[in-house]
C-alpha cells in the first residue's frame, strides 16, 4: 500500500483528493492536514465522510510528515510549500504540489504574476510540469511534481496538438475561459457570495492573470518558441467546470486552409489513445456536465471557413483533471501504477 499524506486537506482540492484516494486501491491516507482544524473529526469538516473518515486532522508540519508516507500531496496556497520544501524532505519521499509554486521555470516570472518572494527556487529546475498526456516520460522517476491548475491544463490540452503542429498562428491565440466557483477555494471571500455569483457572469484578472504565463510557457515548449497569448477568465454560477474556448488564425497550406479531417487526424495523433482526452464527433461542442466528477477532458474544434480561424473547446472539472484528478494520475506513473488506478470515475449527469 502507498501511504499518502494531504496538507491542505480541508480544501476543495484537499477534499477531493480525499474522495478520489480513498477509492484508491493501492493508497492508505495517513494525514489529513489543516491549518484550522487541528485536532477535528474530518468527516465533521467534510459531513460527506461520515463512517468513510474516522481520522482527525493534523497540522501542516511537513517535516513530520515526510517520515510517514511514501507521497504527500500539498494542497495549499501559493508559496506553502515553497516555504517549507527541504531536501531532506524530498529524500524521503514523493511530493505532488497542486499549487503553482514549481510550475513556473523562470522564478521571476512567478515573483512577478503572484507578487510573493519563492523561498526555494534551487527546487523549481527539477520539478516537473504534470500535465500527463504531454510530460508523463519526464514524471517516471521524479521526486517532486508541479501539478498543473484547472485552467491552465484545459487551455493546454485543447489547444496542444494545433500548436506542436504548427498548424495556427500563435500571435493571434486567444483563450476565453470560464470556471465554477469551487475554483477560487473555500475559504470565504465577498466576491465569492452567493449574492455575487448567483444570477451573475464576469470576467476578472484581464490582461493580467496569473495563469497566462503559465500558458505561455508549456505552448511555447509547444511551439518552440516564445509565445504570447490573451486569457480572459471568467466567474460563471455553478459548483464545478472549465469550459475554454480559444481561437486562433489557421495557417494555411499552398494558399489553403486544412480541413475538418485533417484537423481531427492531428487531434487524434496525440489523444486517439489517451484515456482521459475525449475528441469528441464532429459538430459536438464539448459541455462541463459531461465531465463533471470525472478525470476526462473533453475536446472539439470548429473551422470558420469565412474567417480563417479555427474554434478550439475543452471542458473538464476544475477540481478532477484540474487538480485532485490529475494529481493522482501523477501519482500513478510516479509509483508505476496504470495511470487510469482510482480514476474510473464516470462523469455524473445532471
Ligand atoms: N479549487 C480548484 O479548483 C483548484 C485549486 N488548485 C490549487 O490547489 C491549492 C488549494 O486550492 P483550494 O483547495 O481551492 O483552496 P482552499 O482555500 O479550498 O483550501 C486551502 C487549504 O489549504 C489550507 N491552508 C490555508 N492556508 C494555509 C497555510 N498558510 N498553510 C498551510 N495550509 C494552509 C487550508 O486549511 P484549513 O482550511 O484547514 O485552514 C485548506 O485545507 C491552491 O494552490 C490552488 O491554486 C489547483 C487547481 C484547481
Ligand atoms: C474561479 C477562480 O477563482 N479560479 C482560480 C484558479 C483556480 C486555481 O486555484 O488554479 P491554480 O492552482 O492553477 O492557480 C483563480 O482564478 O485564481
Given amino acids: 500500500m502507498i501511504k499518502a499524506g494531504i496538507i491542505g486537506a480541508t480544501g476543495y ?11 484508491h486501491k493501492d493508497v492508505e491516507i495517513k494525514w489529513y492536514g ?54 531532506e524532505i524530498l529524500k524521503q519521499c514523493k511530493v505532488i504540489d497542486l499549487s503553482a509554486d514549481y510550475r513556473i521555470k523562470d522564478v521571476h516570472i512567478y515573483e512577478q504574476w503572484y507578487g510573493i518572494e519563492h523561498k526555494s527556487p534551487q527546487f523549481i529546475e527539477e520539478a516537473v510540469y504534470g500535465l500527463c498526456e504531454i510530460n508523463r516520460e519526464k514524471t517516471k522517476g521524479k521526486r517532486l511534481v508541479a501539478n498543473p491548475g484547472c485552467y491552465t491544463t484545459c487551455s493546454i490540452l485543447t489547444a496542444y496538438p ?10 493571434t ?8 466557483t469551487s475554483g477560487a477555494g473555500r475559504g470565504a471571500k465577498v466576491q465569492n457570495l452567493y449574492c455575487e455569483v448567483n444570477e451573475n457572469i464576469k470576467a476578472y484578472g484581464v490582461a493580467s492573470h496569473r495563469h497566462t504565463p503559465e500558458i505561455e510557457e508549456q505552448l511555447g515548449y509547444a511551439a518552440g518558441k516564445e509565445i504570447q ?26 494558399g489553403k486552409l486544412p480541413t475538418y479531417e485533417e484537423i481531427k487526424a492531428v487531434y487524434d495523433k496525440y489523444y486517439g489513445k489517451e484515456k482521459f482526452v ?48 490529475q494529481a493522482v494520475q501523477n501519482m500513478n506513473i510516479l509509483f508505476g501504477l496504470p495511470e487510469e488506478t482510482g480514476l474510473e470515475l464516470v462523469p455524473m449527469f445532471p
Avoid at 482540492?13 to 477509492?23: K, P, T, W
Avoid at 494545433?162 to 500571435?171: A, F, P, R, S
Avoid at 478525470?295 to 475543452?314: C, K, L, P, Q, S
Fill in 34 to 87: 489543516s491549518r484550522s482544524y487541528i485536532d477535528k473529526k474530518y468527516a465533521d469538516v467534510y459531513r460527506n465522510m461520515f463512517t468513510l473518515v474516522e481520522d482527525v486532522c493534523l497540522d501542516d508540519n511537513i517535516e513530520k510528515l515526510a517520515k510517514e508516507v511514501d507521497v504527500i500531496f500539498t494542497a495549499t496556497p501559493q508559496g506553502f510549500l515553497a516555504g517549507v520544501l527541504t531536501e
Fill in 173 to 180: 491565440l486567444i483563450v476565453d475561459a470560464k470556471s465554477g
Fill in 162 to 171: 494545433l500548436v506542436k503542429e504548427g498548424l495556427i498562428d500563435t500571435t
Fill in 229 to 254: 497569448i490573451n486569457f480572459t477568465p471568467h466567474l460563471v454560477p455553478m459548483n464545478r467546470g472549465i469550459l475554454v474556448t480559444e481561437y486562433a488564425t489557421l495557417n494555411k497550406k499552398d
Fill in 13 to 23: 482540492a484537499g477534499g477531493e483528493l480525499v474522495r478520489i484516494l480513498l477509492g
Fill in 278 to 325: 475525449r475528441v469528441l464527433d464532429k459538430g459536438v461542442c464539448p459541455e462541463t456536465k459531461w465531465v463533471e466528477g470525472s478525470n476526462y477532458v473533453d475536446v472539439n474544434f470548429v473551422i470558420d471557413e469565412r474567417t480563417g480561424r479555427i474554434i478550439m473547446m475543452g471542458a473538464l472539472d476544475n477540481i478532477v483533471k484540474g487538480a485532485a484528478g
